[in-house]
Structures are given as C-alpha cells and as structure tokens.
C-alpha cells in the first residue's frame, strides 16, 4: 500500500467504499450494522476527513488570492483574466443547459413514469435573492464575518483587494507580502498531508452513501438518474475536453487521467468546495498552471460555475413537465436556461444545494415545486455526478486560461523586443 501513488489509493477506497457498502445495504438496520458500522466507522473516516479538508478552504483561498493576485503586478492583466474567465464559466454553463435540455426532450425521462410509484418527499421552497442583492452580496461588510462563515464570494473580493493593494504599495508592503507567501506554502504543505487520508476519507463517504441508499427509492426514477448522467458524461468527457484541446492544445485523454484524484473526490463528497484544495495542488504539480491563474479561476468557479447543477436542473425541469404533461413553449426553455445559468452562480458547492435553487427555475416557467419532492430521494447520486463535472469544469478553466495566458504574454514579450 506504502509505494501506491495516491490517485490508485484513492482509486481503491472509492471501490472499496461501494462494494462494502453495497454488500452491507441488506443488513442496514441490523444493530451493529447501524451502530458501529455506519454510526462510527464510515462517520469518523469520512466526517473526520472531511472537517479536515474544510479546516483549510478558508485560509488557503485567502492566503492563495492575495499571494496571486500581488505577484501579477498588473491591475490590467486580472481584469483580462477575469472577462475571460467568467466568459468561459457563462457559456459552458449555458451549453451544458442547452444540451440537457435538448437531450432530455429526444430521451423523454418522465414518459412511462408512474406518478404513484414515486416516493414523495417533503420540499419546501426557499425565496429566492433579488438580482441586486446577489451583487450587492458580493462585497463583505466585515471581511472577518465573511472569512469566518466561509462566504466565497466575499473572501475572494477581499482577498483580491489586498493583493492589489499590496501591489500598489510596492516597497511597503514587501514584508506582508513575504508573510502571505509563506502563508499560502504552509497550506499547500498541510493540503499535502490532509490528503494522505483522503483513501479513508473516501472509504467512510462512499460506503456510507451506498449502505443508506434507497434502491427502493431508485427504481421508478431510474430513467431520470440515467438521463441525466449520460448528460452529465457528455458534458464533462466530450464538449469539455473538445474545448481543452482546442484553447489548451492539451491532451484529454492525459488531463482526465491526471484529474482523476479530484474527480473522486467530487464524487465522494458531492461538494466542490470541499475539492479546492486538491484542485489548487492537482493544478500546480500536474499541469503547472501559475497561482495567479488557479487561486482566482478554483474558489470563483467553485461558487459560480455549475455546469452539472445546470444539466440536472435542465432535465430535471423537462421531466417534471413530462411527468405532469405541461406542455413548455421555446420561451420557457429560454427562460429555463437563463434562469438555471443565474441558480447556478447562487448555488453553494455543498451537497444538495442545486435541488433547492431548482425552485427557481420551475417557479419561472410555472411548473409545480412538489416536483421537487420526487427526485429528492434520489439526490445524493445524481449529486455525485453532477458535483464530478462542477469540479472537471473549473479545473478545465484553469488550464485553458492559464494557457491563454501565457500565450498572450509570450506575443507581448516578443513585441516588446
Ligand atoms: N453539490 C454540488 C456542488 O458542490 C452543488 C449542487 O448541485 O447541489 O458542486
């Protein structure tokens, strides 16, 4: 086990943690079985690895932005960086959405479902943000309230900031600077060691989600989770890695290879904030793609690029209306996409996150909420997927822009000469 490489460690906890806990799912309720089983062992490996892997968001994303955003020396070069970036964020998600909506209308998921056999679970629909608000979120009132409760948004203006302004004072603030460094190397080294327990972490995770999932509750949703995943397969091995070779000049089939740690990860957790720090470390000693680039495009893509959110959000509306037989116009699919692009920049990368801002959605085209309640039981799995091609997207970003990036000042540097 010692002289495995980590990604095949993480390989074998993610297949040890479904065979376990699909071999165990029969003898669930059994008292030793719920107790020691599921209530400690799975619950201290994967809750234990995940409080430690969200001990370091915080603090990395900050000390990472700031340490980027002052080396850049160039107010110019971050607004470049940032059009481009949310441009990139904007049209994948928009694509994706399309793509679902149109691959859920040719599959038909709701056709043949019976309304009845449908578990039925209890939703209630949160009011959501005015458009202003959402913007005017952005900026902290008290940036140590927004480091404290972990608003990304929030932390990540501030950060860039500092960073500027660091840049801006030169000499001044050489020292801080110095301290913001080493700051960010202190939490690249205890992400290294955090993610030596990532096996485990995800042993715990995986066998818990498969001990406790309702394959009762699958069934009858079965066209629903298969839709949607091969969207979702679509999206994130095809059309992204189409756009990677284009703008990356980048080899798919190594890139996915070199993802593949972080991708379980996603899968595991059903969080992409959770996955930050292994993407920042995956794209610095994979792909060497610069700081400047990864600390801004990962925590900013974590919390506004959701193009697996998007695709479920896309099929899951289209099944809720076949299910229903509503009939939905060209303007409400337009509607749908401009909303679900919008839910996906409000969506926290946390689990189940995206079925709530779903209600968003349907309430635009006027589809009925309870249809949340169907597809709840089935969430965490199609979660795990959508979460999977979240995490793909921003770390295909980040290579793309990086590379952008670098070709645009290798032309600058030669016209300069
Ligand atoms: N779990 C997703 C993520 O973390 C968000 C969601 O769609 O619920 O990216």
């Not at 495995?4 to 029969?26: E, R």
């Not at 972490?201 to 091969?230: D, E, H, N």
């Amino acid at each position: 086990m010692r002289n495995l490489k980590l990604i095949h460690k993480v390989f074998i906890g993610l297949v040890l943690g479904i065979i376990v806990g699909a071999l165990l799912y029969p003898m669930k309720e059994q008292p030793f079985v719920s107790k020691y089983i599921i209530g400690f062992l799975f619950e201290l490996l994967g809750q234990g690895f995940l409080r430690l892997v969200k001990m370091i968001i915080v603090p990395l994303v900050f000390a990472s932005l700031v340490t980027g955003t002052a080396a850049m020396n160039d107010v110019k070069k971050l607004g470049r960086i940032g059009i481009k970036t949310l441009l990139f964020f904007m049209v994948t998600t928009a694509l994706g959405i399309m793509a679902a909506i149109a691959g859920a209308n040719i599959l038909k998921p709701g056709m043949g479902v019976v309304l009845e056999n449908v578990q039925q679970s209890k939703f209630v629909a949160k009011e959501a943000d005015s458009f202003v608000k959402v913007l005017l979120n952005i900026i902290p009132t008290n940036p140590f309230d927004a480091l404290v409760k972990g608003e990304m948004l929030q932390v990540i203006f501030f950060a860039i900031m500092t960073g500027v302004v660091i840049t801006l004072l030169g000499d001044k603030a050489k020292k801080l600077q110095g301290l913001f460094e080493e700051a960010n190397e202190l939490m690249l080294k205890m992400v290294s060691i955090i993610m030596e327990l990532a096996p485990y972490g995800i042993f715990g995770l995986i066998g818990k989600t498969f001990i406790t999932l309702g394959w009762a509750a699958m069934k009858p949703l079965a066209s629903f989770i298969i839709v949607t995943y091969i969207l979702l397969v679509f999206h994130g091995l095809v059309v992204y890695q189409i756009l990677l070779r284009i703008y990356a000049k980048e080899n798919p089939i190594v890139f996915l290879k070199k993802i593949l740690a972080p991708m379980t990860l996603a899968f595991s957790t059903s969080s992409s904030a959770a996955c930050i720090p292994l993407a920042l470390k995956t794209l610095k000693e994979e792909f060497n793609v610069e700081d400047k680039i990864s600390s801004f495009t990962i925590p900013l893509g974590t919390t506004i690029n959701m193009d697996g959110t998007a695709i479920m959000q896309g099929v899951a509306t289209v099944f809720i209306a076949q299910l229903y037989s509503i009939h939905l116009t060209t303007n409400d699919y337009f509607m749908v996409v401009l909303t679900a692009v919008l839910a996906s920049i409000g969506t926290a990368g946390v689990p189940g996150v995206g079925t709530i801002m779903l209600s968003m959605v349907l309430a635009q085209v006027g589809l009925p909420l309870e249809g949340i309640g169907l597809i709840l039981a089935v969430d965490r799995i199609v979660d795990m997927g959508r979460t999977t091609v979240n995490v793909i997207g921003n770390l295909v970003c980040s290579v793309v822009i990086d590379r952008i990036e670098k070709r645009t000042e290798a032309k600058e540097r030669a016209a300069q000469k």
